[in-house]
């Protein structure tokens, strides 16, 4: 009986394996992204790590391998067009590499919108007609998923790159201190945001913050006053019945959500507009890989 499938997270620090069995992870391995020299040897270890999970089991258990990458998709979701964060993967053919190691088919899918298969199927958007996913971390990515009767559409545009939210104009001046860095979403709502603020990591930050110190409270609330804006344009121009925040940085949701709301309450252009559902997601890590197994339950 085929039950088993893969999911794969390739995310812009960290890589996520999942072995999933219905709704239920058996398995999960995860490793840093290194330094790696070669695309030969990025593919290599990711190849190691899928074995270490599919070892114990009968392949003929398995349904096929799910993957999510960074970055832009062609319409057919079969190469990867551009990855924003991690150079060494584009020349990978991972439909081509993988299937031809596992003997298993592959189906890929850009991380965030795996991201919001994952929520519509176990996640806070179980029930819910429609969900906007935004992914906080090494990059900014959003998706926007609906059901139509017993079927989760995803969308992706013409060409297969909609949504590139993290690359959305907000500040047309540049970023400040640097006015030749375009001020995108991403510059504000990622990683990019807090190596400008201070030299030390996200984590570091979150974690004096969470201690007290006003000065790394002073960062998130920045950041929340930012995002609130960015989830304003969501409202307005997807209206969904509920947001996700996932990505490493949602983790950090207690420090930012309260000055985000408050910029969402003060600016919405009318009362009558009712505000969604806005939640950190409650599948921690495990989002982006789960969602890349669940392409095969569509």
């Known amino acids: 009986m085929k039950d088993l499938v893969i999911g794969i997270d390739v995310g812009g620090t960290k890589i996520k394996v999942v072995l999933l069995r219905q709704n239920k992870v058996l398995a999960e ?63 990978i053919n991972f439909i081509k590499e993988l299937k031809g190691h596992f003997n298993l088919p592959v189906r890929m899918e850009n991380d965030t919108k795996a991201m919001a298969l994952a929520e519509m199927l176990f996640g806070s958007g179980r029930g819910k007609k429609s969900i906007f996913v935004l992914s906080l971390g090494t990059g900014v990515g959003g998706a926007y998923a609906w059901r139509e009767e017993n079927k989760i559409c995803l969308l992706t545009g013409h060409q297969g790159t909609a949504l590139e939210i993290g690359h959305t104009i907000i500040n047309i001046n540049g970023v400040e201190g640097s006015p030749k860095t375009r001020g995108e979403v991403e510059q504000y709502l990622s990683s990019k945001f807090f190596s400008r603020r201070s030299n030390q990591h996200p984590a570091i930050i979150q974690e004096a913050a969470e201690k007290g ?8 609330q920045e950041f929340g006053y930012y995002l609130g804006f960015v989830l304003l344009n969501i409202i307005y121009n997807y209206d969904p019945e509920i947001i996700v925040l996932s990505g490493g940085l949602s983790r950090a949701e207690k420090l930012f959500i309260r000055p985000a709301l408050q910029v969402v309450k003060e600016n919405i252009l009318s009362p009558l507009i009712k505000i969604p559902i806005i939640t950190a997601t409650k599948l921690k890590d495990q989002t982006g890989a789960i969602g890349a197994a669940a392409l095969w339950y569509q």
């Not at 114990?56 to 349904?63: E, I, S």
């Not at 110190?213 to 998130?220: D, G, L, P, R, W």
């Open 29 to 91: 391995d995860l490793y840093l992204v290194k330094n790696f020299k070669t695309h030969r040897e990025f593919l290599a270890t990711l190849i190691a790590h899928i074995e270490l999970l599919l070892k114990p089991y009968d392949r003929q258990r398995f349904v096929g391998i799910g993957i999510g990458l960074p970055g832009i998709l062609d319409r057919q979701r079969q190469s990867l067009l551009l990855p924003p964060n991690l150079s060494v993967i584009k020349k």
């Open 213 to 220: 110190k006003k000065s790394a409270q002073k960062i998130y």
